[in-house]
Each structure stands twice: as structure tokens, then as C-alpha cells.
């Protein structure tokens, strides 16, 4: 009498090679998002700098809630620190308003983009204060 086998080899090399694809691909995938997630930053620091008493502040943001600096009014959106170590970069989009314009047309006196490296690309145009980008974390 001839013995039946009840597993078929192909079958099983089939299932081991999509279960290892399977852990690969989450694996993979989740470091990426990870590694995504860990660039963005909750908090962002500016410094603004009085251009009249000449005295620079440090003003730490949280990102999605405006923060009052004497007639300014700061809002920072999202911050993001650059993949590459050799060269680091740190964006924001950040909004600021003045208290003291009473024009309703101008709202905001700065609404974009700001860079740590190049703050002339998009230049923050005051009459009093000045603001650059100094972190995000």
C-alpha cells in the first residue's frame, strides 16, 4: 500500500516566501513613516529682533497656536528639519499679523515659508521688528 503525503512543498515554499515579503514590506514601510514623522516638529523657535532697542528674543512656538510678541501676533503652521545631516535645513510656515495696522485689507504682514538658511528668499518685511528661524523640534 502506498502512502499518501499530506503536504505539498510547493504550497508551504509559497507561504513562507509571501510571509516574509509580508514582514519586509511592514517593516519597511513603517520605518519610512517613522523616519517622515521624526523630521516634522511640534515646536519651532524663532528669534525676533527689535530693530529700535536693537535686543534679540528667543520665541518658542507651538505649532497651530498663535503667540502674542509685543504687536505681533505669531503663528506657527508646520516645521520641518531637512533629511540631510551634512547640510541641515529647517522650514516653517509661519504667519504674523500686526495689532497696531488698523487697515482690514492687509491681513497678515508675513503669511509663507521661511528657511534658516536663506531668510531673503521670502524676507520678512517690518519696519520695526525682524524675525528669522532658529529650530524645530
Known amino acids: ?5 499530506s503536504i505539498n512543498p510547493g504550497k508551504i515554499r509559497f507561504n ?4 516574509i515579503l509580508f514582514f519586509f514590506l511592514f517593516f519597511f514601510l513603517k520605518s519610512n513613516l517613522t523616519f517622515s514623522s521624526e523630521l516634522e516638529g511640534q515646536f519651532t523657535d524663532i528669534k525676533v529682533l527689535d530693530k529700535i532697542s ?13 503667540t502674542k510678541h509685543k504687536d505681533l501676533i505669531i503663528k506657527s503652521m508646520k516645521c520641518k528639519n531637512s533629511e540631510f545631516d551634512d547640510n541641515p535645513e529647517i522650514t516653517a510656515y509661519i504667519q504674523v499679523r500686526d495689532t497696531t ?10 503669511n509663507g ?9 521670502a ?15
Open 54 to 66: 536693537s535686543k534679540n528674543i528667543l520665541v518658542k512656538l507651538t505649532n497651530g497656536q498663535e
Open 113 to 121: 515659508w521661511m528657511f534658516s538658511s536663506s531668510p531673503s528668499i
Open 16 to 19: 513562507i516566501l509571501s510571509l
Open 123 to 137: 524676507p520678512f518685511d517690518h519696519p520695526v521688528y525682524d524675525i528669522w528661524l532658529v529650530g524645530c523640534y
Open 101 to 110: 495696522n488698523k487697515n482690514k485689507d492687509d491681513v497678515f504682514v508675513f
Open 1 to 5: 500500500m502506498l502512502q499518501k503525503k
